[in-house]
């Protein structure tokens, strides 16, 4: 079993939808929780990090931690074409060596 | 654009060979990360260089080797080249020495080994 899983998808929906991207993992010293977002051809780039558990919103992201399920979640509201990208986890227990999800690649369909 | 360089784009060689990966970080990082991408491992953890030396290390193979210079830029030197290391090789960087959250990472060198 992997430290991180993450449903490689694909995900498809319509634009203006709400989507749900989900990592579970299996290390109980995670305590940081991140979300990137990769284009095509392109670098990660860091959309939104957590500590501990607990929601954080950012404009139309939020990210949710809940450690007793160790299970995390970004939500994407009002979906636009612009976010179809891949998204992936990446956690961290002492703020050394970040673990990554496979990714998840969505696709905003207008 | 993160303002982390990488050169080259796209490097094809054949098995048992070395190639080397340059990086240069944002204007004003210390902190250099290297990363291997593939379809099977996902995005995996190389090596971590602060103001040239090496601060942390993850699923580095043995030949594979990295260092920063005094101008800050890095440079992954990968040898004996197999199949299995065709991926995408991405460098990252931070203000930090601790391995920071906040990291910016390059394009990525896309290495096919045939």
């Known amino acids: 079993q992997k430290e991180v899983e993450q449903d490689p998808g694909p995900l498809s929906v319509p634009e203006g939808a709400i989507v749900s991207l989900n990592c579970t993992y299996s290390n109980s010293a995670f305590q940081y929780f991140m979300w990137y977002r990769q284009y095509s051809r392109k670098g990660p780039e860091l959309l939104m990090y957590t500590y501990s558990s607990g929601n954080k919103e950012d404009g139309r992201f939020t990210a949710q931690v809940d450690k007793s399920s160790k299970y995390i979640s970004l939500f994407i509201r009002d979906s636009q074409p612009s976010d179809s990208a891949t998204y992936l986890c990446?956690?961290?227990?002492?703020?050394?060596?970040?673990?990554f999800g496979a990714g998840t690649r969505l696709t905003v369909k207008p | 654009d993160s303002g982390v360089t990488q050169t080259p784009k796209h490097l094809i060689t054949a098995t048992g060979q070395r190639v080397t990966l340059r990086c240069s970080p944002r204007?004003?990082?210390?902190?250099v990360y290297w990363y291997q991408q593939s379809l099977d491992q996902g995005l995996q953890f190389l090596i971590q260089?602060?103001?040239?030396?090496?601060?942390a290390k993850g699923n580095i193979l043995e030949r594979f080797s990295a260092q920063q210079f005094p101008d800050l830029h890095s440079e992954l030197n990968l040898s004996s080249l197999e199949l299995g290391d065709s991926a995408l090789y991405f460098c990252?960087?931070?203000?930090?020495?601790?391995?920071?959250?906040?990291?910016?990472f390059g394009p990525g060198t896309r290495l096919t080994v045939l």
């Open positions: 204007s004003g990082d210390l902190s």
């Open positions: 990446a956690m961290s227990a002492d703020n050394n060596d970040m673990r």
């Open positions: 260089y602060y103001n040239g030396e090496e601060r």
């Open positions: 990252a960087s931070s203000t930090s020495g601790s391995h920071s959250l906040e990291q910016f």
